[in-house]
């Protein structure tokens, strides 16, 4: 439970403190956490919440705690994993995904500011990095925003270029249509788990463990293979 000395945000009538949050990856779903790298949906680190229902704790992304969460996770994921490609590739994955927020709300917030042309309407720009000084003319300030809007545009698209060029074309190459479930019955398969692998309660850290059984055995099989190729063979 979130203690309400550490969270005491409330927003529209979402109560963290009422809410059950995965905050580590000794208890989050790999489901949950592929979930959050592809939609960067910070409601998946409510525990029971799979997306069912897209309009439950719609306004949990609002809040910066669900980020800041994430952010704690994604440190404790790469002390679990030596595959430096996969961090970077996250990284990369989730910056971009910020970006992107950033550009969108700001991009909702003017336009719902030249709709209904109210100043509390501009101090949602605060909230996403952008601060609004009343003591200064508005529109100089949203001007700026603005050209700045442009710029975090073109960097988003640098960014997204160079991921796709160094990330997902290899990604594509090496794994074509590898879902998280295809894992799934990879490891069952590979591991003779004996039991269903269900992507909605191996936790991350149980998964982490499970890849790096599954190289570790590749590798060991791959290792007496070679060994038995340069036996020679009896007459």
């Given at each position: 439970m979130v203690s309400s000395n550490e969270h005491p945000q409330n927003f529209n009538n979402l109560d963290v403190n009422d809410l059950i949050l995965h905050k580590s990856c000794e208890t989050l779903p790999i489901f949950s956490f592929d979930k959050i790298l592809n939609t960067n949906d910070y409601r998946y680190l409510i525990k029971g919440y799979f997306g069912e229902d897209d309009n439950k704790y719609k306004n949990f992304n609002k809040l910066d705690i669900g980020e800041k969460i994430f952010t704690n996770i994604l440190n404790e994921f790469t002390l679990l994993t030596s595959d430096l490609n996969q961090i970077n590739n996250i990284k990369k994955k989730i910056l971009i995904l910020e970006l992107e927020y950033k550009y969108d709300t700001t991009t909702c917030v003017l336009n719902l500011y030249n709709l209904v042309d109210e100043v509390e309407v501009?101090?949602?720009?605060?909230?996403?990095?952008?601060?609004?000084?009343?003591?200064?003319?508005?529109?100089?300030?949203?001007?700026?925003?603005?050209?700045?809007?442009?710029?975090?545009?073109?960097?988003?698209?640098?960014?997204?270029?160079?991921?796709v060029n160094k990330y997902v074309k290899k990604e594509t190459n090496q794994k074509k249509n590898v879902t998280?479930?295809?894992?799934?019955?990879?490891?069952?398969?590979?591991?003779?788990?004996?039991y269903f692998l269900d992507t909605k309660i191996c936790t991350v850290e149980t998964w982490q463990n499970l890849q790096t059984l599954s190289k570790e055995k590749e590798a060991y099989y791959e290792k007496q293979k070679n060994i038995n190729s340069r036996k020679p063979r009896r007459k």
């Amino acid at each position: 439970m979130v203690s309400s000395n550490e969270h005491p945000q409330n927003f529209n009538n979402l109560d963290v403190n009422d809410l059950i949050l995965h905050k580590s990856c000794e208890t989050l779903p790999i489901f949950s956490f592929d979930k959050i790298l592809n939609t960067n949906d910070y409601r998946y680190l409510i525990k029971g919440y799979f997306g069912e229902d897209d309009n439950k704790y719609k306004n949990f992304n609002k809040l910066d705690i669900g980020e800041k969460i994430f952010t704690n996770i994604l440190n404790e994921f790469t002390l679990l994993t030596s595959d430096l490609n996969q961090i970077n590739n996250i990284k990369k994955k989730i910056l971009i995904l910020e970006l992107e927020y950033k550009y969108d709300t700001t991009t909702c917030v003017l336009n719902l500011y030249n709709l209904v042309d109210e100043v509390e309407v501009l101090w949602l720009l605060s909230d996403i990095g952008w601060p609004i000084n009343k003591d200064f003319p508005y529109g100089p300030q949203i001007d700026k925003i603005t050209k700045a809007c442009i710029g975090l545009k073109n960097k988003i698209n640098i960014h997204k270029s160079n991921y796709v060029n160094k990330y997902v074309k290899k990604e594509t190459n090496q794994k074509k249509n590898v879902t998280l479930n295809k894992q799934a019955i990879y490891l069952q398969s590979n591991l003779e788990l004996g039991y269903f692998l269900d992507t909605k309660i191996c936790t991350v850290e149980t998964w982490q463990n499970l890849q790096t059984l599954s190289k570790e055995k590749e590798a060991y099989y791959e290792k007496q293979k070679n060994i038995n190729s340069r036996k020679p063979r009896r007459k």
